[in-house]
């Protein structure tokens, strides 16, 4: 019967054999719903991973959990938190914000393509210096830069790396110990990518993102943040926009759920009806919306 665990593991056997047929390259799946025991199954062992631009979310909750400590606010303007980039940032980067990075409308196209993360001089410099593409809020560019730039304020901010910063507030009550986070050659977390965790590690977020920021009746981001973060997406006629994006995070097309998204199909899916998520790590080089269709496919119809 769909809903039950057993309908579920019948739901779980079609996604596998929908991975072997279509050579999905998905390594670990789980599944967590409200009132039941989660199910997961792997395909290789459970190491932790690069999970790319899931790490991105990471860095947004982390701008969450500052501003509720009242080291920022999301229409900040960048430069009042970096103000040792003024005097070479570009015209019109004094009116950037927080929020601009969060939702990819910063206005500046500048891609950090430096193999291994490394790069010479300040990318957080490079980046600020760059001629406005446009007005900061009128243009979507989906930029690991703003990202980073994020990780740049929460250190500054806070006194210590983003990681470092994470560590009591998120990753020790999420039981999440030791995480490695990639950093740039000055030794910031790169916000962008770089996190290393485990499929389970991921949901763990993922459920507390689902629970309006409570995880084991810890309030661990604020709600009032996480509605932001799924909120009203971005306007669809927004120059560039592809996709409905929120603050670090995508919105799905079906059954107003929203997810984390990284390169190669790393997801974890909020589904806010049906009170699940669905984690997945995976190394799939094609199209990743193949996995998302064997999800809803094959899953969705037994949560």
Known sequence: MAGSRDGLEVGLLGFRQAVAEHGLGVEGIHIARASHAPVAFRWVSDDRREV????????????????????L???????????????????????????????????????????????????????????????PGSWFAYRGTNSYLLSRIVAAVSGEDMRDFLMPRLFVPLKIGNPQWLRCPLGYSMGAVGLQLRTEEIARLGITLLHGGQFQGQQLVPAEYVDLMHGPALASDLQGVEGRYGLH?????????????GLYGQF???????????????????PTTDILDAVWDELVPYL
């Open 249 to 261: 995070c995508w919105h799905c097309d079906r059954d107003d759920a929203w997810r984390m998204d």
């Open 52 to 71: 790319y631009s899931v790490s991105k979310t990471f860095t947004s909750v982390a701008v969450g959990i500052a501003q509720s400590e009242g080291l």
């Open 73 to 135: 606010g999301l229409d900040d303007r960048v430069l009042e938190h970096l103000p040792q980039f003024v005097s070479t940032a570009a015209a019109g980067v004094e009116g950037m914000t927080i929020r601009h990075l969060l939702t990819m409308t910063a206005g500046i196209d500048y891609r950090w393509d430096d193999p291994d993360t490394d790069h010479p001089g300040d990318p957080a410099e490079d980046f600020l210096s760059t001629s406005l593409h446009a007005t």
């Open 268 to 286: 974890c899916i909020m589904f806010p009806h049906q009170r699940a998520c669905i984690t997945l790590t995976s190394h799939y080089e094609k």
